[in-house]
């Protein structure tokens, strides 16, 4: 982002520049006569006389337009390239999603809505030393590009094909990570769960035991402000009613999701994804129990604002899972440490090997035995049972969705690189500190997304933040 005064310089200069090129001596039209009268021709000829079209257009009608400063966030702006940038971007991912768009100006609205937060937290992140070096980076959009089963180089050319250079994708993934250590410090370090809340929702789990549920859902948010006057909160009513009115008749949840909706997630078409009903209010799961798959349900009304919610699909537990039970995977894996001097594409290249002799009918735990760089390489790589949050997000990720006995591509971890194999599967009762810790993070997750929401409008509250969108 370029600083505020610098940008300010170059408007000032530029308009300078179109003064200095229209501007000429006002004496110079009867000079120019008269030197025209001494050579013989009329000055009424002169002054009548077009220029000639073979001759370079003036230097005025070469200057470049000033790039429009379009939102101002503190001591920084957002300029109008930088919006349509971030349009272009957005509308390409859309149209790969299948969504219908939205019209443009109300696309460009919602972005530049989303740029002033993001610019807003960047600031804040800034002010309290914030950082992300660049290993982490690394690691991180490695892991990206595995998720979409790509090569770095592949992932690199895919994302020039989409018209993204990689040194802006790289800084867009650090500016992620950095609100999300910002959200983490500033807000989810507050959240306190008592011990009378978890009994309260661990009574409410043993009750819906028997028709407990994951729902997969999409999501309409109109926020209302704190201590919103009764004219703001009908205006954001209405607004909701406008959303609900195009869905009734029938237009796509995610193009009204990404024209009304204020939640982070509207230009994703508002999807939620799977939640359990331990994760979800009661406010939705009241709705939701009396939903079919791709029902919307009528307006919500919550302390944050004004809901829509589609159920998308609806699942049960595993008819074998008992009521506060889990699902365990009995797991074993590879393990080559990230170490001076070896590459991740050296290691990447080397458990590849690994894998097509394990495909083509080698045993994974003697190979385990010979190559894995983990302490359970003597028992074959074998990690036992492990229940969900046993291990890192990562090797998670890879560990669920693997069918069993099948091996994975390699996978990146704080750990080093892995080749994972799942064995089998089972689900077993939970103890009562599992209990009771599972329910513990399902109320601290809702409570934090709850205080981010809240969070994020006191910080624009308090910050100088001037909207010049509509301003030509």
């Known amino acids: 982002m370029i600083p505020a005064s610098f940008r300010f310089l170059l408007a000032g200069l530029a308009a300078a520049t179109l003064c200095a090129c229209s501007s000429t001596p006002a004496k110079a039209p009867a000079a120019q006569a008269g030197a025209a009268a001494k050579a013989g021709a009329p000055a009424q000829t002169l002054a009548q006389s077009r220029p000639d079209p073979r001759l370079a257009p003036p230097a005025a009608s070469r200057v ?7 939102a101002v966030v503190n001591d920084e702006v957002i300029t109008q390239n930088d919006l349509s940038v971030r349009v272009d971007l957005v509308t390409k991912q859309l149209q790969r999603q299948g969504t219908q768009m939205p019209a443009s100006d109300v696309l460009s609205r919602q972005i530049l809505e989303r740029m002033i937060n993001d610019l807003l937290q960047v600031q804040l992140a800034k002010e309290t030393g914030i950082k992300v070096d660049d290993a982490t980076l690394d690691r991180t959009i490695e892991r990206i590009a595995q998720e979409n089963s790509l090569s770095m180089t592949d992932f690199r050319t895919t994302l020039e094909k989409d018209g993204v250079k990689y040194t802006k994708f790289r800084e867009d993934i650090r500016q992620e990570i950095v609100l999300a250590r910002l959200r983490e410090r500033e807000v989810e370090k ?26 997969n859902l999409a999501h309409v948010l109109v926020l209302v402000p704190p201590q919103a006057t009764p004219d703001q909160v009908e205006q954001r009513r ?23 909706s204020d939640a982070p997630d509207a230009l994703q078409g508002g999807t939620l994804g799977w939640r359990s009903s331990a994760r979800l209010p009661a406010l939705f799961l009241d709705v939701l129990e009396k939903l079919k798959n791709g029902e919307v349900s009528d307006i919500l009304r919550s302390p944050n604002g004004f809901h829509i ?20 995977t009995h797991v074993r894996h590879i393990l080559i ?8 594409t050296e290691v990447r290249n080397r458990l590849a090997q690994m894998r097509e002799r394990i495909v083509g009918g080698a045993d994974f735990g003697e190979i385990a035995k010979e190559q894995s760089e983990d302490s359970s390489a003597a028992k074959g790589g074998d990690l036992g049972w492990v229940a969900p949050g046993d291990t890192v997000q990562e090797f998670e990720r890879v560990m669920n969705s693997l069918k069993d006995k099948e091996v994975s591509q390699p996978v990146q971890t704080p750990f080093g690189w892995h080749l994972v194999q799942v064995l089998e599967r089972r689900s077993d009762e939970l103890s009562e500190e599992r209990k009771k810790a599972t329910a513990r993070n399902a109320i601290r997750q809702r409570k934090a997304d709850e205080a981010y929401q809240d969070w994020l409008r006191q910080s624009r509250d308090r910050a100088f933040v001037e909207n010049r969108y509509d301003e030509r």
């Open 309 to 328: 919610v589609k159920l998308l699909e609806k699942r049960g537990k595993a008819a074998n899972t008992p009521a506060g039970g889990v699902q365990q």
């Open 337 to 344: 440490r990230a170490r001076e001097g070896l590459s991740a």
């Open 238 to 260: 209405r607004k909701a009613l406008l959303a609900l009115s195009e869905l009734r008749r029938g237009t796509a949840f995610a193009q009204v999701a990404a024209t009304y």
């Open 190 to 215: 507050d959240i306190v769960v008592t011990d009378a809340e978890v009994e309260t929702e661990l009574a409410r789990q043993t009750k819906e035991a028997a028709s407990d549920a994951e729902f």
């Open 64 to 70: 470049a337009p000033v790039d429009r400063i379009v």
